[in-house]
């Protein structure tokens, strides 16, 4: 039995990792195949609702069906264009309000006194022990005409009438800033916390004022930090689809929605896995920065005593 | 404990001037961490040039000194003069000072020419100027050809040079280095200390070193200043610390030594006798001592300063008789263990003039030891 496994090449060091890669394969790699061919199908009004890709047409031969239409369709037609650029700008715009809110978090957790430091971080991942939806439902509690927020402004006498904030971008990103935060949070977290603060008393034996050494020395030895959160943070925002539905503007063209819309609305399996590869195409390049980003830490980019 | 000749001809004792200004001054400094006394008005002057080691145990306050001097502590009470000008309540940006770090302090994102340009960048040093000083000051701690490397491709001792370079290329007044050469190995270690004496002379910068290794201290320094308990316990150079050690722990601390105690049987200006239980013979010493006749003082005495006969000697004082316990041979010198009837054990090191081994001293015999009576040092604390 043994000889038979090691002819196989099975020994239980290739055991441990076929696991995670079956994993990969089995819900990862196979999916996207079959998202990829029907992304070259046709719609039919049928069960699935596509055409197969492949044929047997005769006794010996077997006909491809490549339909690149769906492919064009997208670069036709204005609203894909539109749909992604519009979700680019709101994923990244939400990133650097992410990062200028998450940096001074993290920062100030990583500096903080080690026993209170637990206690803060526990505060930062607290909001996931609810779901998601309930989260971004709460936020419409707050956010609407006679909500929370506008009632207590209209309490203090800063307002008389309500705010529309609901169904706005302002509500989109507000939703968005609050659910990723702590993903830009713990890998800055993470990387400020590990930093050697006798390189701060050196840049300021050196001559540098406090701003100077961080500017000089903090900044740039939290880079792989902050690209980590931040594309931690803008790649599912580009997809986000929850949020911008339940907060924003009905009209407001978010990529994430329009898959939606086709494949549930209209029911055109081949157009929308079709948006689905193309997004997917848009995040493999920040996707492919972020290892790279990587690499160069493992690559003793940061100081290890 | 050898001190080899420091590589400067003329004598070099400015603290022996009465006219010579103290270049560096530090006036009843206390720092205090909540209850804990860290340092305990300390008041010390250093002279332009020096090498001065603040010598001591971990958690004696050397450490916290050093940082006062370069700014990232500020002293409870007290004043710290830099070349007349009070610094006291300056940041560390402010000071005409610079500091070798312990861990070093490379900047991980930096290259070694970056990390040697940086303060001088931080000054507004004009472009060229850097290029050039950094260049030279590459050369000095021979690193030249490393200029481009990124630290984490540098072995431990070429970092440390990097933070030698780094800190003196901006020309500091005082030169602060934390236990500049513990990180390295031994061999590297003592290469590396005569390297910092001839970088110190050829630039004529004050340093001030805190090390906890009495060896290292002894080669480097013009001066010791040795602390206990965030005190300045004696300060003085090289061999008056080890010849003429003021107290018990002083004695102790440097170097080995064998201490007995006594009491004063006879006290003159000109010497004094003490009388030891684990002695045979009284301690007859050629000096003089401040102290009341009967109390109590101790008498140390370098194991180099022992010598090991067979013979009883015939003089009344300064010998005893004792049995060889342990013999340690170490090449140039043998260092032998000898138990006293006590049961005291008296630390003696003699010299292998002679190659030949058979007459020497053996395990377990009877042989009695002697010295000079100018030999024992007395200490009354």
Redesign the interface.
Known sequence: MRGLLKRLGVRGRNAVTAVPYLWLIVFFLIPFAIVLKISFSSTQIAMPPYEPLLHWTGEKLLQIKLNLGNFAFLVEDNLYWMAYLNSIKVAAISTIICLLIGYPIAYAIARSNPSTRNILMLLVVLPFWTSFLLRVYAWIGILKNNGLLNNFLISIGLIDQPIQMLQTDFAVYVGIVYSYLPFMILPLYANLEKMDLTLLEAAADLGCKPWQSFYKVTLPLSWPGIIAGCLLVFIPAVGEFVIPSLLGDPGMLMIGKVLWTEFFNNRDWPVASAVAIALLLFLVIPIMFFQRAQDAEAGGGVHRP | MSTPPRPTQQKFEPWTDANAKPYVRIEKVTKKFGDFVAVDEVTLDIYKKEIFCLLGASGCGKTTLLRML???ERPTSGKIYIDGVDVTSN???ERP???M?Q?Y?????MTVEQNVA??LK??GVAKAEIAKRVGDMLELVRLGQFAKR????LSGGQRQRVALA??LV?KPKLLLLDEPLAALDKKLREHTQFELINIQETLGVTFIVVTHDQEEAMTLSTRIGLMNHGEIIQVGTPSEMYEYPASRFAAEFIGSVNMFEGRLIEDEPSYVRIESDDLDAPIYVDHGVSSAPGATVWAAIRPEKITITREQPADADNWTSATVQDIAYMGDVSIYLLRLRSGKVVRVTQPNVSRKTEDRVTWEERVFVQWDAASPVVVTK
């Open positions: 370069a700014g990232f940041p560390p940006y000072v610079n500091m770090f861990s302090a490379v900047f991980p994102h940086f303060g931080q000054e990124k630290p984490h491709q780094r800190a901006k």
